[in-house]
């Protein structure tokens, strides 16, 4: 009898009698992921520890329990990870080691690539609206339109300080979805707005850049858009110190730590967190379903506005702008501008469009930046 109570008591403390058809659901969903990430490369940094940290919370929930539901005041593991994700400590982080590994160089050395990055902010604003006529309140539609910026750490800011914490985990793994899917979705919308001849356009060499330029970017990027919308401080203020790391020359150490080391070690916390923020109660409602296609209507919006200024740019520059790099505006550094020189390779080998495409598409780090401070702007948070 002891014996039989024991395996009793052993088979009740499996998860297979608390999982409902939800968790099923998720578990097959982060094995989704899992294969695209690992078999098909689709931004694996990305995806493997949000589809673990999904995989998890579904097969023990209290991974992310809350210190307040518990009789001893500790919480789970995960839920240590994703308070620092509220307290926008690791979307902050994030930015500063993007910004010490990217060259600003290219946007530097052709300045007007600003506005293609500004223009696929169009997608943002356009699924603002969008989301406030499917139902959504104002600060939850502003939360949900970000994902059109295909920047996964400004939508888990901005969802937070908008105090829409109950749609992170659906926010978030769209967010990162998008980004790492940038390969599948771009290429057709790019091929649709653009013609052979536009898309064989071949661009001049772009004009070597100073070390004093480059050291000055950061500091009158930070100035500026700090001054005019101070919320942005968080993030704009750390990808700049993050790139002036880099350029200033003299504090080697601190690049490579915020660069490679710290970088990975908040990716590992934020990619878990998110995922453990993907329960099948928090994640299978009617409301995901509907931020899910908002992100990709923002997602398309924005890498066709960011097109269409590029023809524009075709025009009126005598057809010397490639206006594939205007789908580089939306900020998947670098993965867009990576997508904007397949696709003219495609139709020319010997096109190298990659360092222009890299202008705009850091330009759109910086103007989703400006889209998120906006919105705080617009809602009165500091």
């Given at each position: 009898m002891n014996v039989a109570q024991t395996f009793s008591n052993l088979l009740q403390q499996t998860?297979?009698?608390?999982?409902?058809?939800?968790?099923?659901?998720?578990?097959?969903v982060a094995f989704i992921y899992l294969y695209l990430a690992i078999a098909k490369g689709f931004e694996p940094l990305l995806l493997v520890p949000i589809a673990f940290?999904?995989?998890?919370?579904?097969?023990?929930?209290?991974?992310?329990?809350?210190?307040?539901?518990?009789?001893?005041?500790?919480g789970g593991l995960l839920w240590y990870f994703f308070h620092m994700d509220e307290l926008t400590i690791l979307p902050s982080l994030i930015f500063m080691g993007v910004g010490a590994q990217t060259d600003f160089?290219?946007?530097?050395?052709?300045?007007?690539?600003?506005l293609l990055g500004a223009a696929a902010q169009f997608g943002i604003y356009s699924a603002y609206f969008l989301a406030i006529?499917?139902?959504?309140?104002?600060?939850a539609a502003a939360a949900i339109s970000i994902i059109g910026g295909a920047d996964g750490p400004t939508s888990i800011f901005l969802c937070n300080k908008l105090g829409q914490t109950a749609l992170l985990g659906p926010i978030a793994v769209a967010a990162y979805s998008y980004m790492s899917l940038v390969p599948i979705i771009q290429p057709p919308i790019m091929r649709a707005m653009t013609t052979p001849e536009e898309r064989t356009v071949h661009m001049d060499h772009l004009r070597p850049v100073s070390k004093l330029e480059k050291i000055l970017f950061?500091?009158?990027?930070?100035?500026?858009v700090c001054v005019l919308l101070?919320?942005?401080a968080p993030l704009v203020g750390m990808l700049m110190l993050g790139n002036l790391f880099k350029e200033c020359g003299v504090v080697k150490q601190l690049t490579e730590t915020a660069s490679n080391a710290l970088m990975y070690i908040v990716v590992i916390l934020l990619g878990t967190?998110?995922?453990?923020?993907?329960?099948?109660?928090?994640?299978?409602?009617?409301?995901?379903?509907?931020?899910v296609v908002l992100g990709l209507v923002a997602f398309a919006f924005g890498t066709w506005a960011g097109v269409i200024l590029g023809k524009v740019m075709y025009k009126l520059s005598g057809h010397k702008i490639n206006p594939l790099i205007g789908s580089a505006g939306v900020s998947a550094v670098p993965m867009a501008a990576r997508v904007s020189q397949k696709v003219a390779s495609e139709y020319d080998p010997t096109n190298f469009v990659l360092m222009h495409a890299m202008g705009p598409n850091v330009a759109g780090v910086i103007g989703t930046a400006v889209a998120a401070g906006t919105f705080m702007a617009v809602y009165g948070v500091k």
């Amino acid at each position: 009898m002891n014996v039989a109570q024991t395996f009793s008591n052993l088979l009740q403390q499996t998860a297979f009698f608390s999982m409902t058809w939800g968790n099923v659901v998720m578990i097959i969903v982060a094995f989704i992921y899992l294969y695209l990430a690992i078999a098909k490369g689709f931004e694996p940094l990305l995806l493997v520890p949000i589809a673990f940290g999904m995989l998890l919370v579904n097969i023990y929930p209290d991974i992310m329990v809350d210190p307040a539901d518990t009789m001893n005041g500790t919480g789970g593991l995960l839920w240590y990870f994703f308070h620092m994700d509220e307290l926008t400590i690791l979307p902050s982080l994030i930015f500063m080691g993007v910004g010490a590994q990217t060259d600003f160089s290219p946007l530097i050395a052709n300045p007007i690539t600003f506005l293609l990055g500004a223009a696929a902010q169009f997608g943002i604003y356009s699924a603002y609206f969008l989301a406030i006529f499917m139902g959504f309140n104002g600060a939850a539609a502003a939360a949900i339109s970000i994902i059109g910026g295909a920047d996964g750490p400004t939508s888990i800011f901005l969802c937070n300080k908008l105090g829409q914490t109950a749609l992170l985990g659906p926010i978030a793994v769209a967010a990162y979805s998008y980004m790492s899917l940038v390969p599948i979705i771009q290429p057709p919308i790019m091929r649709a707005m653009t013609t052979p001849e536009e898309r064989t356009v071949h661009m001049d060499h772009l004009r070597p850049v100073s070390k004093l330029e480059k050291i000055l970017f950061p500091i009158i990027v930070t100035v500026v858009v700090c001054v005019l919308l101070p919320t942005t401080a968080p993030l704009v203020g750390m990808l700049m110190l993050g790139n002036l790391f880099k350029e200033c020359g003299v504090v080697k150490q601190l690049t490579e730590t915020a660069s490679n080391a710290l970088m990975y070690i908040v990716v590992i916390l934020l990619g878990t967190s998110v995922g453990g923020a993907t329960s099948a109660q928090a994640f299978l409602k009617i409301d995901t379903l509907k931020i899910v296609v908002l992100g990709l209507v923002a997602f398309a919006f924005g890498t066709w506005a960011g097109v269409i200024l590029g023809k524009v740019m075709y025009k009126l520059s005598g057809h010397k702008i490639n206006p594939l790099i205007g789908s580089a505006g939306v900020s998947a550094v670098p993965m867009a501008a990576r997508v904007s020189q397949k696709v003219a390779s495609e139709y020319d080998p010997t096109n190298f469009v990659l360092m222009h495409a890299m202008g705009p598409n850091v330009a759109g780090v910086i103007g989703t930046a400006v889209a998120a401070g906006t919105f705080m702007a617009v809602y009165g948070v500091k």
